[in-house]
């Protein structure tokens, strides 16, 4: 598990350490930096990839000191334009890095990656400049860090929508995709090699086995939920259809079930696959679900990240907060293992502040900063101010 992430000079950070726990949840207005620290993990992760590949074929990837390309776009669906754009406005330096420590510091030395950017002529790459002494933590897959673990699931939050065929993975662990592309295969295969799941994310008793527990957890968004799939290994797609036990109609095709399904189908199948120590990030897990659905997804998220998968949620949902409290006041996932992370900024700096909300036995915050889902409550307050004046004010009778 990473403890903390170092970024320097990368778009709006100048010099900041950010932490992490085992379940970490983002929030805060929009352009206020959310999303860089997400890419700054998918920058060093790319790195580790690169890193095996020198690895596998030439042997220095470990040995000795080498420099190699880094894409800004496309790997892991980066859009991060062009190396004028990507560093720090404020600062006159191509250098940037970025570090990532490990939870337990006697288990897992820190890892910080460094990166020249070209500021004068736009390339749509960095140059990662590594030190060999960083490639042991990075290379070793399982007892590194989370981050840099051969099982990674990452899901954007521009998630595909409904689709009757789904492609085929070739990852060598199940996965869905960074947008839900190869979900049914996922299902596909899981349900073939017959993949259990870890006790804490079993919310129905009648089996431990993958697809009851994911038609269980899908059930509480949508419910009666019933999932099948059907491969067609000619042409690489694996059809998907959904069925709703209350009714006796036949099995339908996701064109015909809206887009809360297909969006909230890979982040339950993910977390159901992940493994312990490998780490699963979702952006706006929320999106298309009805408010007691989102809230659903957080207490899914929370019993993922107590099955020993480090979870990172981008999210602007109140109710997907609360679900992870209550999974917490529930003893689904310690309360120890719960930080909120709130971005904001003050108008003074152009880098955000980042304030690490923990959260107590009660599920009660350690602090609630202004600005963090307090929406609701200003609206209240100013409709019942309205609601007084209105009443305050005569009402004038119209003339006979």
């Known amino acids: 598990m990473i403890g903390s992430l170092e970024i320097k000079n990368f778009k709006c950070f100048k010099d900041a350490a950010i932490p992490f726990n085992n379940l970490t949840v983002i929030s805060g207005c929009n352009g206020v930096g959310k999303s860089s620290i ?52 404020d600062l006159e330096s191509g250098t940037m890095s970025f570090g990532v420590s490990s939870l337990d510091k006697e288990r897992s030395a820190p890892v910080t990656e460094f990166f020249e950017a070209d500021t004068v002529t736009p390339a749509t790459t960095i140059t990662c400049h590594h030190q060999a002494s960083g490639s042991s ?56 090699r017959l993949a259990t799941v870890q006790p804490s994310l079993r919310f129905s008793d009648a089996s431990n086995l993958f697809k009851v527990q994911l038609e269980a957890w899908m059930s509480r968004l949508v419910p009666g939920i019933r999932i099948s799939t059907h491969s067609y290994p000619e042409i690489n797609k694996v059809r998907i259809s959904i069925e709703r ?72 949902s109140e109710n997907v907060i609360n ?39 009660s599920a009660e915050l350690t602090s609630w900063p202004l600005g963090f889902f307090d929406q609701q409550g200003r609206d209240l307050a100013r409709l019942m101010n309205l609601r007084i004046s209105k009443r305050a004010t005569p009402t004038q009778e119209a003339p006979e």
């Open 38 to 89: 997400i890419q700054s993990l998918l920058l060093l992760r790319q790195t580790s990839d690169q890193l095996r590949l020198l690895e596998d074929f030439t042997g220095t990837g470990a040995t000795g000191d080498v420099a190699f390309p880094i894409r800004l776009n496309e790997a892991y669906h980066l859009s991060l334009g062009n190396s004028i754009v990507v560093t720090n406005s």
């Open 245 to 316: 036990v209350a009714h006796s109609s036949q099995p339908m095709s996701p064109m015909n079930t809206g887009f809360g399904i297909s969006y909230s189908l890979p982040i339950i199948v993910s977390g159901l696959l992940a493994a312990p120590g490998s780490m699963m990030i979702v952006e706006n897990p929320e999106a298309h679900l009805h408010p007691s659905a989102q809230s659903v997804i957080g207490e899914f998220l929370a019993c993922v990240a107590s099955a020993g998968v480090q979870v990172v949620v981008e999210t602007h």
């Open 323 to 361: 679900g992870v409290r209550l999974a917490a006041a529930a003893g689904a996932v310690p309360h120890a293992d719960v930080t909120f992370l709130f971005l904001s900024l003050n108008g003074q700096t152009t880098e955000p502040e980042v304030k690490a909300i923990s959260v107590d036995q």
């Open 137 to 192: 933590v990075m290379l070793e897959r399982r007892n590194g860090l989370s981050l840099f673990s051969s099982d990674f699931h990452y899901l954007i939050a521009e998630r595909l929508g409904p689709r009757d065929l789904y492609g085929v993975s070739d990852a060598d662990f199940i996965s869905t995709g960074f947008a839900g592309e190869f979900t049914a295969h996922a299902i596909y295969e899981a349900e073939k």
